[in-house]
Protein backbone atom coordinates (compact mmCIF):
# COMPACT_ATOMS: atom_id res chain seq x y z
CA UNK A 1 0.00 0.00 0.00
CA UNK A 2 1.33 3.38 -0.67
CA UNK A 3 2.36 5.50 2.31
CA UNK A 4 0.57 8.71 3.10
CA UNK A 5 1.77 11.74 5.03
CA UNK A 6 -0.89 13.05 7.03
CA UNK A 7 -0.99 16.37 9.19
CA UNK A 8 -3.51 17.19 11.44
CA UNK A 9 -4.56 14.89 14.30
CA UNK A 10 -7.65 16.46 15.90
CA UNK A 11 -11.22 15.31 16.29
CA UNK A 12 -11.67 14.67 12.87
CA UNK A 13 -7.89 13.55 11.65
CA UNK A 14 -7.58 10.92 14.30
CA UNK A 15 -9.97 8.68 13.21
CA UNK A 16 -8.99 9.34 9.47
CA UNK A 17 -5.59 8.29 10.38
CA UNK A 18 -6.67 4.86 12.17
CA UNK A 19 -8.87 4.19 9.13
CA UNK A 20 -5.93 4.62 6.82
CA UNK A 21 -4.02 2.51 8.96
CA UNK A 22 -6.48 -0.29 9.24
CA UNK A 23 -7.08 -0.71 5.51
CA UNK A 24 -3.37 -0.86 5.38
CA UNK A 25 -1.60 2.14 4.54
CA UNK A 26 2.01 2.66 5.59
CA UNK A 27 0.88 6.49 7.50
CA UNK A 28 3.48 9.16 8.42
CA UNK A 29 2.29 11.61 11.30
CA UNK A 30 4.14 14.23 13.45
CA UNK A 31 4.04 15.16 17.34
CA UNK A 32 1.22 17.01 17.56
CA UNK A 33 -0.99 18.96 20.46
CA UNK A 34 -2.51 15.89 21.07
CA UNK A 35 0.07 13.38 22.59
CA UNK A 36 -2.51 10.96 23.27
CA UNK A 37 -3.81 10.92 20.02
CA UNK A 38 -0.11 10.19 18.69
CA UNK A 39 0.38 7.20 20.66
CA UNK A 40 -2.75 5.71 20.18
CA UNK A 41 -1.97 5.83 16.28
CA UNK A 42 1.82 4.83 17.00
CA UNK A 43 0.61 2.01 18.53
CA UNK A 44 -2.26 1.03 15.42
CA UNK A 45 1.24 1.69 13.46
CA UNK A 46 1.68 4.97 12.58
CA UNK A 47 5.71 6.07 12.03
CA UNK A 48 6.00 9.36 13.72
CA UNK A 49 8.58 11.94 12.78
CA UNK A 50 9.91 15.28 14.49
CA UNK A 51 8.90 17.65 11.75
CA UNK A 52 6.80 17.92 8.51
CA UNK A 53 9.31 17.71 6.04
CA UNK A 54 10.45 14.76 7.52
CA UNK A 55 7.45 13.15 7.48
CA UNK A 56 6.75 14.10 4.18
CA UNK A 57 10.32 13.49 2.37
CA UNK A 58 9.77 11.27 -0.46
CA UNK A 59 6.13 11.03 0.29
CA UNK A 60 3.63 11.08 -3.09
CA UNK A 61 0.75 11.73 -0.94
CA UNK A 62 -0.16 13.88 1.48
CA UNK A 63 -3.24 14.45 3.07
CA UNK A 64 -4.38 17.56 5.54
CA UNK A 65 -6.92 17.40 8.31
CA UNK A 66 -6.19 20.90 9.16
CA UNK A 67 -8.57 24.09 10.73
CA UNK A 68 -7.91 26.29 7.63
CA UNK A 69 -6.25 28.00 5.02
CA UNK A 70 -3.71 29.71 7.38
CA UNK A 71 -2.73 26.60 8.58
CA UNK A 72 -2.74 25.15 5.24
CA UNK A 73 -0.66 27.83 3.31
CA UNK A 74 1.64 28.12 6.08
CA UNK A 75 2.69 23.98 5.74
CA UNK A 76 2.79 23.94 2.50
CA UNK A 77 4.28 27.05 1.27
CA UNK A 78 5.36 28.95 4.10
CA UNK A 79 9.27 29.34 5.37
CA UNK A 80 10.76 25.47 5.62
CA UNK A 81 7.55 24.61 3.61
CA UNK A 82 6.32 20.63 2.46
CA UNK A 83 6.77 22.35 -1.27
CA UNK A 84 10.75 21.77 -0.85
CA UNK A 85 10.05 18.10 0.69
CA UNK A 86 7.95 16.51 -1.53
CA UNK A 87 9.05 15.06 -4.94
CA UNK A 88 7.67 15.77 -8.03
CA UNK A 89 4.62 14.10 -8.75
CA UNK A 90 3.46 14.38 -5.55
CA UNK A 91 -0.26 15.02 -4.83
CA UNK A 92 -1.75 17.27 -1.57
CA UNK A 93 -5.29 16.55 -0.39
CA UNK A 94 -6.58 19.36 1.37
CA UNK A 95 -9.71 18.37 3.71
CA UNK A 96 -9.64 21.92 5.57
CA UNK A 97 -12.14 24.52 4.97
CA UNK A 98 -10.19 26.44 3.51
CA UNK A 99 -10.64 30.22 1.69
CA UNK A 100 -10.82 29.07 -2.25
CA UNK A 101 -8.71 32.00 -3.48
CA UNK A 102 -5.81 30.90 -0.97
CA UNK A 103 -6.62 27.33 -2.33
CA UNK A 104 -6.35 28.11 -6.31
CA UNK A 105 -2.91 29.89 -4.85
CA UNK A 106 -1.80 27.12 -3.01
CA UNK A 107 -2.12 25.25 -6.23
CA UNK A 108 -0.40 27.23 -8.45
CA UNK A 109 2.42 27.51 -6.65
CA UNK A 110 2.64 23.86 -6.08
CA UNK A 111 2.27 23.09 -9.54
CA UNK A 112 5.15 25.07 -10.57
CA UNK A 113 7.25 22.25 -8.47
CA UNK A 114 5.23 19.60 -10.40
CA UNK A 115 2.78 18.79 -7.27
CA UNK A 116 -0.91 18.98 -7.27
CA UNK A 117 -3.61 19.87 -5.12
CA UNK A 118 -7.00 18.31 -4.71
CA UNK A 119 -9.04 20.33 -2.34
CA UNK A 120 -11.77 17.41 -0.58
CA UNK A 121 -13.88 19.24 1.95
CA UNK A 122 -15.25 16.95 4.68
CA UNK A 123 -19.14 16.39 5.64
CA UNK A 124 -20.62 13.92 8.11
CA UNK A 125 -18.28 15.25 11.00
CA UNK A 126 -16.77 12.99 13.65
CA UNK A 127 -19.15 10.26 12.96
CA UNK A 128 -18.41 9.55 9.96
CA UNK A 129 -14.96 9.72 10.33
CA UNK A 130 -15.17 7.16 12.97
CA UNK A 131 -17.19 5.23 10.68
CA UNK A 132 -15.16 5.62 7.31
CA UNK A 133 -18.09 7.03 5.68
CA UNK A 134 -17.10 10.58 4.97
CA UNK A 135 -18.42 12.54 2.02
CA UNK A 136 -16.19 14.64 0.19
CA UNK A 137 -16.63 17.94 -2.08
CA UNK A 138 -13.57 17.86 -4.83
CA UNK A 139 -11.91 20.14 -6.49
CA UNK A 140 -8.96 19.40 -8.94
CA UNK A 141 -7.84 17.35 -11.87
CA UNK A 142 -8.92 14.09 -12.76
CA UNK A 143 -5.77 12.94 -12.56
CA UNK A 144 -5.19 14.13 -8.92
CA UNK A 145 -8.00 12.79 -7.84
CA UNK A 146 -7.41 9.40 -9.29
CA UNK A 147 -4.05 9.40 -7.25
CA UNK A 148 -5.46 10.14 -4.22
CA UNK A 149 -8.99 8.03 -4.33
CA UNK A 150 -7.55 4.80 -2.95
CA UNK A 151 -6.89 6.91 0.20
CA UNK A 152 -10.21 8.72 0.25
CA UNK A 153 -11.92 5.49 -0.07
CA UNK A 154 -10.40 4.03 3.04
CA UNK A 155 -11.92 7.26 5.35
CA UNK A 156 -15.15 7.32 3.12
CA UNK A 157 -17.53 6.66 0.86
CA UNK A 158 -19.15 10.05 -0.79
CA UNK A 159 -17.53 11.84 -3.67
CA UNK A 160 -18.56 14.76 -5.14
CA UNK A 161 -15.71 16.20 -7.89
CA UNK A 162 -17.67 19.87 -8.17
CA UNK A 163 -14.97 21.27 -10.93
CA UNK A 164 -11.69 22.82 -10.62
CA UNK A 165 -9.14 23.35 -8.13
CA UNK A 166 -11.20 25.36 -5.55
CA UNK A 167 -14.46 24.32 -6.14
CA UNK A 168 -14.30 21.34 -3.77
CA UNK A 169 -13.83 24.45 -0.85
CA UNK A 170 -16.26 26.59 -2.07
CA UNK A 171 -18.94 23.65 -1.93
CA UNK A 172 -17.75 22.70 1.43
CA UNK A 173 -18.28 26.91 2.58
CA UNK A 174 -21.83 25.96 1.16
CA UNK A 175 -22.26 23.23 3.21
CA UNK A 176 -21.18 24.79 6.37
CA UNK A 177 -23.27 27.95 5.20
CA UNK A 178 -26.30 26.02 4.75
CA UNK A 179 -26.11 23.91 8.43
CA UNK A 180 -25.14 26.79 10.34
CA UNK A 181 -27.93 28.45 8.84
CA UNK A 182 -30.02 25.92 9.46
CA UNK A 183 -29.80 25.15 12.84
CA UNK A 184 -30.23 29.06 14.20
CA UNK A 185 -33.09 29.14 12.18
CA UNK A 186 -34.40 25.89 14.46
CA UNK A 187 -33.79 27.43 17.51
CA UNK A 188 -35.69 30.68 16.70
CA UNK A 189 -38.28 28.20 15.85
CA UNK A 190 -38.55 26.23 19.27
CA UNK A 191 -37.69 29.25 20.99
CA UNK A 192 -40.74 31.27 19.58
CA UNK A 193 -42.64 27.87 19.89
CA UNK A 194 -41.82 28.42 23.52
CA UNK A 195 -42.87 31.60 23.80
CA UNK A 196 -46.58 31.18 22.61
CA UNK A 197 -46.90 27.84 25.31
CA UNK A 198 -45.73 25.01 23.58
CA UNK A 199 -43.77 22.12 24.81
CA UNK A 200 -40.59 22.51 23.36
CA UNK A 201 -39.89 18.91 23.39
CA UNK A 202 -42.99 17.88 22.19
CA UNK A 203 -42.72 20.89 19.19
CA UNK A 204 -39.33 19.18 18.33
CA UNK A 205 -40.76 15.67 17.59
CA UNK A 206 -43.79 17.40 15.67
CA UNK A 207 -41.63 19.53 13.04
CA UNK A 208 -39.74 15.95 12.64
CA UNK A 209 -42.50 14.59 11.13
CA UNK A 210 -43.44 17.42 9.10
CA UNK A 211 -40.46 19.55 8.32
CA UNK A 212 -37.49 17.41 9.82
CA UNK A 213 -33.83 18.38 8.78
CA UNK A 214 -30.60 16.79 9.96
CA UNK A 215 -30.41 20.23 11.85
CA UNK A 216 -33.57 20.49 13.97
CA UNK A 217 -32.71 16.13 14.51
CA UNK A 218 -29.35 17.02 15.96
CA UNK A 219 -29.40 19.76 17.72
CA UNK A 220 -33.41 20.31 18.52
CA UNK A 221 -32.90 18.12 21.44
CA UNK A 222 -29.67 20.43 22.84
CA UNK A 223 -31.77 24.18 22.03
CA UNK A 224 -34.56 22.14 24.51
CA UNK A 225 -32.80 20.45 27.27
CA UNK A 226 -30.41 23.39 27.76
CA UNK A 227 -27.80 20.63 27.55
CA UNK A 228 -24.98 21.68 24.28
CA UNK A 229 -22.06 19.47 25.14
CA UNK A 230 -20.47 17.80 23.60
CA UNK A 231 -19.36 20.33 21.11
CA UNK A 232 -19.98 19.34 17.72
CA UNK A 233 -18.91 22.96 16.15
CA UNK A 234 -18.47 25.50 18.50
CA UNK A 235 -19.39 29.00 17.81
CA UNK A 236 -16.31 30.45 17.38
CA UNK A 237 -15.74 28.21 14.59
CA UNK A 238 -19.31 28.85 12.79
CA UNK A 239 -18.02 32.25 12.83
CA UNK A 240 -14.80 32.05 11.23
CA UNK A 241 -16.83 29.55 8.70
CA UNK A 242 -19.62 31.97 8.10
CA UNK A 243 -16.98 35.03 7.22
CA UNK A 244 -15.18 32.69 5.12
CA UNK A 245 -18.11 32.05 3.15
CA UNK A 246 -18.88 35.67 3.14
CA UNK A 247 -15.81 36.33 1.13
CA UNK A 248 -16.54 34.52 -1.15
CA UNK A 249 -20.27 36.20 -2.33
CA UNK A 250 -20.15 37.79 -5.25
CA UNK A 251 -20.07 41.69 -5.40
CA UNK A 252 -23.91 42.76 -5.51
CA UNK A 253 -25.64 39.32 -5.23
CA UNK A 254 -27.39 40.77 -2.15
CA UNK A 255 -27.57 37.71 0.10
CA UNK A 256 -30.05 38.15 3.33
CA UNK A 257 -30.03 35.10 5.27
CA UNK A 258 -26.13 34.32 5.25
CA UNK A 259 -25.66 37.66 7.08
CA UNK A 260 -28.19 37.32 9.51
CA UNK A 261 -26.98 33.81 10.57
CA UNK A 262 -23.38 35.00 10.92
CA UNK A 263 -24.94 38.13 12.95
CA UNK A 264 -26.22 35.68 15.65
CA UNK A 265 -23.72 33.40 16.31
CA UNK A 266 -21.23 36.83 16.25
CA UNK A 267 -23.75 37.62 18.55
CA UNK A 268 -23.47 35.19 20.56
CA UNK A 269 -19.48 34.81 20.45
CA UNK A 270 -19.46 38.49 22.06
CA UNK A 271 -21.43 36.86 25.16
CA UNK A 272 -18.88 34.81 25.81
CA UNK A 273 -20.21 31.58 24.29
CA UNK A 274 -17.41 31.37 21.61
CA UNK A 275 -16.54 27.82 22.76
CA UNK A 276 -19.81 26.44 23.16
CA UNK A 277 -21.66 24.09 21.12
CA UNK A 278 -23.38 26.10 18.66
CA UNK A 279 -26.90 24.75 19.56
CA UNK A 280 -26.45 27.19 22.39
CA UNK A 281 -27.41 30.70 20.71
CA UNK A 282 -30.74 29.45 22.34
CA UNK A 283 -28.82 31.10 25.29
CA UNK A 284 -29.47 34.60 23.32
CA UNK A 285 -32.62 34.39 24.31
CA UNK A 286 -33.80 34.00 28.22
CA UNK A 287 -35.43 30.48 28.87
CA UNK A 288 -38.27 31.88 31.12
Same mark, same amino acid.
Given at each position: ????????????????????????????????????????????????????????????? +?? *? @?????????? %???? !??? /?? #? &?????????????????????????????????????????????????????????????????????????????????????????????????? +?? *? @?????????? %???? !??? /?? #? &???????????????????????????????????????????????????????????????????????????????????
Amino acid at each position: METVAFFGLGNMGEPMVANLLAKGFAVHIVQHRRPDAVERLRGAGAKVFPDAAAAAQGVKL +VI *L @ALPGSAESEA %LLTG !PGG /LI #E &ALPHGAVVVDCSTGEPPVTRRQAKLLSGKGIGLVDAGLTRGVAGAKQGKLAYFMGGTEADMAKAKPALDAMGDTFFHMGPVGSGHEAKNLSNALSYAT +VA *L @ACETLILGRS %LGLD !PAR /LQ #E &ALMAGAGSKALEAYGPRIVSGDYAPVRVSIGNACAHLQTTEHIVPEGLGLKLLPQALQSYRRADGQGLGGQDISAIAELWPRS
